[in-house]
């Protein structure tokens, strides 16, 4: 008897994520969370998702359970080059609202996102800390799934404005979100881009000076003041845009 030959694929409407490297013909065990994702968008067995694993690894795989373990079989592969590097630091603010910072983050193409301890962020009682970066990555995770993205940005752990500071800047266009700052500079599609962004409350005097020394350029992002979540994802919006090419005041 002539064996049946498995229907082709469809096109994926789910995806998950999963640790890579993927390989055509390669099985990957799926943890409790992904698995109760297929369950709950009710994806039988020999239906077809789309794996990420946050690192540029994309394929195509057949869901194909395994006694108590759900597992997919890698059918096709792809690999997305990294986006352009894009880092925003931030001041490490409320919780809840820094993790709003990485989903959207996510979405906007941000490669890193720091958490800033300074001296107006440790007054935040519910501050993010380094307990949470293992959440904050899990949250960055799930908005590759919803936006399409290849690439998670990495999730730092909170690290003091002065240690920031030291890694030095070459060929790097620094920006400081600042209510009093200018226009955005040219961005070019390939530019290195690093933003900083104050806390609840501003980065004091002498952090604005440190910045300043290290060659961040005071940057406006609107004619208001803005939270820190909202400014972190202005700035990089704008980053994004100017990256397309599209036409901004002072490029």
């Known amino acids: 008897m002539t064996a049946r030959a498995a229907p082709p694929l469809a096109q994926p409407a789910v995806t998950v994520y999963a640790r890579g490297p993927f390989q055509a013909g390669g099985v990957v065990i799926l943890d409790e969370d992904e698995a109760n994702h297929l369950k709950v968008r009710r994806v039988a067995d020999g239906d077809a998702v789309r794996l990420v694993d946050g690192r540029g690894g994309i394929a195509t795989a057949r869901v194909a359970r395994e006694r108590d373990l759900v597992a997919v079989r890698v059918v096709a592969t792809t690999m997305v080059p990294p986006p352009p590097p894009t880092e925003a630091w931030v001041g490490a603010g409320d919780r809840d609202r820094f993790l709003g910072v990485i989903e959207k983050a996510t979405e906007l193409g941000a490669t890193r996102v ?52 030291r890694g030095g800047a070459a060929k790097v266009i620094r920006l400081l979100a600042d209510p009093e700052g200018g226009l955005l500079p040219p961005i070019r599609e ?62």
């Open 114 to 165: 720091l958490p800033l301890i300074t001296e107006r962020s440790q007054q935040v009682a519910t501050r993010f800390q380094a307990a949470h970066v293992e959440k904050a990555g899990k949250r960055a995770r799930e908005a590759i799934k919803q936006c399409g993205a290849a690439w998670a940005p990495a999730v730092g752990s909170p690290l003091p404005l002065g240690e920031a500071l």
């Open 190 to 251: 390939a530019d290195p881009v690093q933003w900083a962004i104050g806390p609840e409350g501003g980065f004091t005097d002498a952090e604005l000076g440190a910045l300043h020394a290290a060659g961040f350029r005071p940057v406006a992002l609107g004619r208001a003041v803005l939270r820190f979540d909202t400014a972190a994802l202005a700035a990089l919006a704008l980053t994004a845009q100017a990256r397309l090419g599209a036409p901004l005041h002072g490029s």
